[in-house]
């Protein structure tokens, strides 16, 4: 006990002053605030500028397939889900058993599904062409290929 130094009962402890000095501390978190709105204050300007010179409308995303998007602050919530799922799968089964076109100009039709499984029935799959090009290995053959004179292989 005697090489342990006690405090007395009127003392009371302090924080270490030489190592962390709270002027530095509040130094740096004000540059950092500085900082933080300085470049906040650039990319705003930047924002602005940009909105104000844009020459042309911003592309439409290839993505969005032309929808109409209600307003903003109008939530997108179905009113009747399940009258919205009938009125899709008719639209559906319309599209499955009906003729119609698809592209006038180039003649390409659609035709019911139950027609299109009876041609197929008919006419059987498409087979490819069972020729062999010139050249090519048939299925099972060993290809031979004789090393020219002379050919050094390289390391």
């Known amino acids: 006990m005697d090489e342990h130094q006690t405090h007395s ?3 009371t402890p302090r ?19 500085v900082a933080v709105s300085i470049a906040f204050l650039v990319s705003w300007g930047v924002l ?8 042309y409308p911003a592309p439409e ?3 969005s397939g032309g929808r109409v ?5 109008v939530p997108q919530l179905q009113t009747h889900p399940a009258a919205d799922l009938q009125n899709y ?15 006038r100009k180039n003649g390409i039709v659609r035709i019911p599904i139950q027609r299109a499984m009876d041609i197929l029935l008919q006419q059987g799959l498409p087979v ?11 299925p099972g053959e060993v290809q031979q290929y004789t090393v020219p004179q002379g050919y050094m292989p390289q390391n």
């Open 128 to 138: 490819r062409n069972s020729k062999t090009p010139k050249g090519a290995v048939q």
């Open 69 to 73: 998007l209600p307003p903003p602050g």
């Open 61 to 63: 995303s290839a993505l």
């Open 15 to 33: 924080h270490e002053t030489r190592e962390a000095v709270p002027r530095y501390i509040l130094y740096f978190a004000a540059g950092v605030a």
């Open 9 to 11: 009962d009127n003392s």
């Open 48 to 55: 602005v500028y940009f909105r104000t010179h844009q020459k």
């Open 89 to 103: 799968l008719k639209q559906e089964r319309e599209i499955l058993n009906t003729y119609g076109w698809v592209d």
